[in-house]
């Protein structure tokens, strides 16, 4: 292990992970003009973004650079003639994949040597868990430099969502190559749907600097006290729609993180031979196909 690697995990564990996300969340929310432009065109010249393909190309119109990072792109070409094809999967975002493939004995791959539980990850609900424990994942990083949109993959309509608090640890690889039950840990924000393909989970994996997760049911998912615990939003306290089709946005994060998909146990699916640990993909790819 690189020296810097070890300062990076001991970091980790020493920092306070939330006091951290509080401050960004400050910052990325500022508004003075001319500060917020200094971050979005510092940002913008480290990770060599192209702003060529999204909804608004000029940095300084941006509000804020929560605003710049979820920033909008241009979608329909990416879901161009892919809609009514009933069987495939479509990537949810942008990113690259850390692991995917099959749930065996409600045990998911984190990385080489590391395994973490699906109950744990779903918040040890036996109804919720117990219809992927034999599925498939795919888990998928969005580095800063991604579109930080989430879309459906396939036509669904939602049933519940979770947020459960955790620790804030980094999803940079070299951390979820370390820390054990990472993904498990972590804050996290789970929508759970069924389809006609059958039941999906869709987890949107927090970590630190990452100031906030939204839905377009919930708006801004925010905690009910400091001491936060486990809470269920309830159908009626919930924004419409319930059901969303195929490339639609059902969430984004405000600072990147990880997304990790869930297929049911009584799901075949056939996985695009193109999938390998560590490639990028991007929304609206054909990542797979459903066997009917």
């Not at 300084?60 to 990416?78: E, H, L, M, V």
């Amino acid at each position: 292990m690189r020296i810097k690697d070890i300062f990076l995990l001991i970091g980790q564990f020493l920092l306070p992970h939330h006091l951290i996300s509080k401050f960004f969340f400050f910052a990325a929310n500022c508004r003075v003009v001319w500060l917020k432009n200094l971050m979005i065109l510092s940002f913008i010249k480290k990770y060599d973004i192209d702003l060529t393909y999204c909804d608004i190309k000029k940095y300084d119109d941006y509000t804020c650079f929560n605003d710049f990072f979820t920033r909008s792109i241009k979608t329909q070409n990416r879901l161009l003639n892919k809609k009514n094809n009933i069987s495939s999967i479509l990537s949810p975002a942008d990113g690259f994949i850390s692991q995917f493939g099959r749930i065996y004995n409600n045990s998911i791959i984190q990385a080489k040597n590391h395994k973490y539980s699906v109950a744990s990850l779903l918040g040890n609900d036996s109804l919720d868990y117990i219809k992927f424990s034999d599925g498939n994942f795919i888990n998928i990083y969005l580095s800063p430099k991604n579109y930080h949109r989430v879309h459906m993959p396939f036509d669904a309509t939602l049933t519940k969502i979770k947020y459960i608090p955790g620790k804030l640890f980094s999803v940079n690889p070299t951390v979820v190559k370390y820390v054990p039950n990472l993904f498990a840990r972590n804050e996290r924000v789970i929508c759970l749907f069924d389809s006609i393909n059958g039941p999906i989970a869709i987890v949107l994996v927090g970590s630190m600097i990452v100031s906030s997760i939204e839905t377009v049911w919930t708006g801004l998912v925010k905690p009910k006290s400091l001491l936060s615990k486990p809470f269920t939003f309830h159908r009626q306290d919930l924004i419409k729609p319930l059901t969303l089709n195929k490339g639609d946005e059902m969430a984004r994060f405000q600072l990147g993180s990880t997304v990790i998909v869930l297929f049911g146990s009584n799901e075949n699916i056939r996985w695009d031979y193109s999938l390998s640990e560590q490639s990028e993909i991007l929304f609206g790819q054909e990542i797979g196909n459903f066997i009917f």
